[in-house]
Structures are given as structure tokens and as C-alpha cells.
């Protein structure tokens, strides 16, 4: 008994972050037991003094290599990596749910449900436990588990106000098209364990790089468990219930699916791929990875669909929300051409966008939420002339769409700059003009909103809209980094190269 309990106190210090998100969990859940019905403005301020701690001990970790939970019996490997890599997208992760808490406090969606906050932000805390744990996955079970964490928490979050259709609707399709992809993902797993004899993704590579396996049996399980991470990151053609989720769910829920599960979604992919069917890494940072199957291949078809099927659907809404939700389906395909280049620099360009993204894009939704707040409406014809009703948020809008189409001197033009960089320098050319036809093509429907917002006489007057100073500061903190690394990157170039590198490699 003593060897098991060593491990374990070994594997906490490697856990801090998880296990500070645990125990707040826990207080979440009693300190709204204790309140009941009423004082429950408590519990926001609560959960964000949770992540300010969780985001301590993250970035302590920056730098460790090693493993938590051991397996000796496979050759020192174990369930979760702990390695830059991860603590970069835990970071990403914890700063998007500062974020949506504070989104969440002005919301009046999540107000019109206040005695059910308890539960609220403990689901929060919930899928921000079972992200954290995917993005540090070395093991086919411990990642079902994770994404099966975030998903059952995500299901009720997309459905929790109940105030309209809309709400159950999303609730009810997210579930459908989850529970299928989950099941298809864990048939997959079972194939690669029956093949394998090991669920440890480092223990599997070692057994391909001797070349004992079953090629056809291999290539489907893959396919089977991509369908997985294809749902999470709402690649094409697994992206379906997107539009729908995003358009019903509360704002702020929308807003945190669209960054923090998107991101946990892409590490998990990168180091599933990575970890697993990586041979060598050249002087020169390119992978060379086995050739059981064609992932480039692959990838780029998959990221190409994604990208047309996402900016050509969002040409025709109507709703903001749905409009958005196209609009991230496309992002993901961009980001799926930086794995697919398969380099450090490819690697480099995706946590780049990332991190930009997560301002970008967060800040859209808090407008839209700010707007939708007094009009009760998020749709594109209700924008009109909002600019003279709302000047800073219809300006905040406009710079966070400009920068979601990569134009200059916004930081969305140095993320898409990036990536196509390490595009070129891959020899991927016709991959990167197809990818800048279709940043070309969002153009048109980003500039619609701007032309609704400022050029479109309002159908009725009404009074200007104000926001507090709070929601100000908010708007404010998301605004300023979209002009200051769109000037002045080097910071976030260096943070993402100093993170790319995964355990063993």
C-alpha cells in the first residue's frame, strides 16, 4: 500500500491547479447551500478568487516537465502530462473564465435565473476542471473522461436559463449530436485498445515505432476518435449542433464554448497527434511522423472544408449570435492549417491565434450581450445605426470584427500573419491563398454588421444606450490588448514559442 500512496503524493504537486478548482467547486456548491435563496452576489467574486488561484499555480508550473499518476508497468509513463504546452492553454482557459464570469455578472439572462447561481458557476468550474484535464491527457481514457466532464457540464450550461425555446432547444440538439460523437469516439478507443493492448498514448507510439499493429484497423479507430475532438473544436463536418448551440445558449455560455472548449478541444488534438504518431523532430522543427496514416492529407482537407462551409453559411444570417458561431467554425479551420503544416512553427502560430483570438472574440460576444441587454434582440437588422445610440460599443464592435478578418493594425492580422507564414515556409502555398480567398470572403460579412451599425439610418429613434463602469472596464481590458499586440507582438511571440514544446519532445 505504501508504493500506491507515494505516487499519489507524488502526482499532487503536479495537480495543484486541478485540485485548486476542485476544492473551490466545493465551496461554490456549500457556500450556496448555506446562503439559500438570497445573498448569493457572493458567489461570482468567489469563483473569481478560484481562478486567480488556479492561475497561480499554472503559471508555476511553467518550465516542469513531468508526469502525474505514473504507470510504472508501461515504462514510466502516465495520465497527465505536465508540460508548458498544457499550461499554456490552462491559462488561455482560466483567463477566458475570469471573462465570462464577469460577462456573467452583467448579463441579464444569468440574472433572470439568480437563485439558481449556485449551480451556475459550479458547472462553470465543473467543465473548466474536466478542460484542464484534456489539455493534459496522455491516456484514450482519462481524455474520454475529460471531454464526458466537460460535455455533461456544457449540456445543462447551454440550456440553464429556460427562458425560451431557444434554450432547451440548444440544450436538447447539444446532447443529441454529443452523446453520438461521444459514443463513435469511444468505439474508436476500443478499437486502439484491442489493437494496442495499452490506452497510454507515449506507450502506443512505442509499439507503432516497431511497426506491431493492424494498418486498416489503426486508420479507423483514428478516424472514430476524431470524430470526437471534430465535435469539440466544431470541425466540419462534426460541426452541426454549432450554429444552433451558440444561436440558443446564453450569451455568455456561448462566449465560453466558442474560446475555452475550442481550445481545450485543439491541445487535446495536437498532442493526441503529436504524441502519438511522431517518429522524429528535424533540426529544422518539422515532424516526421509515421506513416501508418496521412494526416497532412487529412487535416488539410478537413481545415479547407471547415473554413468554406463556416465563412459561406455566415454570409446569410441574420442573427449576431449565429452569424459568430459561423464565424468560429471558420477560425478552427484556420487553426487546423497550423497543425497541419506538423512544425513547431505551425505549433507556435495556433497558440498565437489563440490567445489573440480569445480577446477578439470574447469581446464581440460582451457587445452583442451589451446591446442584446437593451434592445432584448441580437439581430442584424435591430443594429441599425446603433453607432448613434452607442458610439463606444458600435467602435468596440467594429475593431473586434476587423480584427476577427486579420486586417491591420488590429492583432487579428498578426495572428493570420503567423499562420501564414509558417504556411509558406511549409511549401503549402495553394493551402495558404485558398485559406486568404476565404479571409476574403468574411470580409463581406463582418463589414455588413459595420454597415448596419454606421451607415443605416435607425427604422426608430430611441434613447442612447449606456453601459456602467464595470462593463466598461471589462469592455476596456479586451479592447486595449486587440491595438497593443497588434503594434507591439513580441511578448506573445515569445510566450508562444517558449510553450510549444511537449513532454518527450
Known amino acids: 500500500m ?53 492561475g497561480y499555480f499554472v ?69 473548466m476542471l474536466g478542460m484542464m484535464l484534456m489539455v493534459s491527457s496522455a491516456d484514450l481514457i482519462l481524455i474520454y473522461l475529460s471531454i464526458e466532464l466537460v460535455s455533461l457540464s456544457s449540456y445543462v450550461l447551454a440550456g440553464f436559463t429556460k427562458q425560451s425555446l431557444r434554450n432547451s432547444e440548444a440544450s436538447l440538439k447539444y ?96 498532442r493526441f497527434i503529436k504524441v502519438t504518431f511522431i517518429q522524429t523532430i528535424g533540426e529544422d ?42 464565424s468560429s467554425i471558420a477560425h478552427a479551420g484556420y487553426m487546423l492549417l497550423g497543425l497541419a503544416v506538423f512544425s513547431d512553427q505551425g505549433v507556435m502560430a495556433i497558440l498565437i491565434y489563440f490567445l489573440i483570438y480569445l480577446f477578439m472574440n470574447l469581446g464581440a460576444f460582451f457587445v452583442v450581450m451589451l446591446i442584446a441587454n437593451k434592445i432584448g434582440s441580437e439581430e442584424i437588422d435591430e443594429y441599425d445605426g446603433i453607432a448613434y445610440k452607442t458610439p463606444l460599443l458600435a467602435v468596440s464592435l467594429a475593431v473586434f470584427l476587423i480584427s476577427l478578418t486579420g486586417l491591420p493594425p488590429t492583432a487579428g492580422f498578426i495572428a493570420k500573419l503567423y499562420l501564414f507564414i509558417a504556411l509558406v515556409d511549409a511549401k503549402m502555398i495553394a493551402v495558404a491563398i485558398i485559406a486568404l480567398l476565404n479571409t476574403v470572403v468574411s470580409l463581406y460579412y463582418y463589414i455588413r454588421v459595420l454597415k448596419h451599425m454606421f451607415l443605416t439610418k435607425p427604422k426608430v429613434e430611441g434613447e442612447r444606450i449606456t453601459i456602467g463602469i464595470a462593463d466598461t472596464v471589462v469592455l476596456l481590458a479586451m479592447l486595449i490588448p486587440i491595438f497593443l499586440f497588434g503594434l507591439y507582438f513580441t511578448p506573445i511571440v515569445n510566450f508562444a514559442k517558449n510553450s510549444i514544446a511537449l513532454l518527450g519532445f
Open 2 to 54: 505504501e508504493a500506491p500512496l507515494k505516487y499519489i503524493f507524488d502526482s499532487i504537486q503536479y495537480l495543484k491547479p486541478e485540485v485548486a478548482v476542485s476544492i473551490f467547486l466545493a465551496i461554490l456548491v456549500t457556500v450556496d447551500l448555506v446562503l439559500g435563496k438570497k445573498n448569493k452576489q457572493v458567489l461570482p467574486y468567489i469563483a473569481l478568487a478560484g481562478l486567480v488561484i488556479t
Open 175 to 270: 446532447i443529441i449530436y454529443g452523446g453520438t460523437a461521444s459514443g463513435i469516439m469511444l468505439f474508436g478507443i476500443s478499437i486502439l485498445y484491442g489493437i494496442m493492448g495499452t490506452t497510454n498514448l507515449y506507450a502506443i507510439n512505442t509499439i507503432l515505432q516497431n511497426g506491431a499493429f493492424q494498418p486498416l484497423a489503426l486508420i479507423i479507430s483514428c478516424i472514430l476518435i476524431f470524430t470526437g475532438f471534430g465535435f469539440k473544436i466544431s470541425a466540419a463536418p462534426f460541426h452541426f449542433w454549432t450554429p444552433d448551440v451558440y444561436e440558443g445558449a446564453p450569451i455568455a455560455i456561448t462566449a465560453y464554448l466558442s474560446i475555452a472548449s475550442k481550445a481545450a478541444g485543439f491541445a487535446l488534438l495536437i
Open 59 to 127: 503559471t508555476q508550473q511553467f518550465g516542469t516537465s513531468a508526469f502525474a499518476s505514473v504507470q510504472h508497468n508501461i515504462g514510466n509513463f502516465g495520465l497527465i502530462a505536465v508540460d508548458s504546452f498544457g499550461n499554456y492553454f490552462k491559462l488561455i482557459i482560466i483567463l477566458s473564465s475570469i471573462f465570462i464570469v464577469l460577462f456573467s455578472i452583467s448579463s441579464i439572462e444569468i440574472k433572470q435565473v439568480f437563485d439558481r447561481h449556485g449551480e451556475y458557476y459550479s458547472l462553470i468550474f465543473g467543465m
Open 285 to 326: 522543427g518539422y515532424w516526421q511522423l509515421l506513416g501508418v496514416i496521412d494526416w497532412k492529407s487529412f487535416l488539410i482537407m478537413i481545415s479547407i472544408l471547415t473554413m468554406t462551409l463556416g465563412n459561406f453559411s455566415a454570409l446569410w444570417q441574420d442573427n449576431l449570435k449565429r452569424m459568430l458561431a459561423y
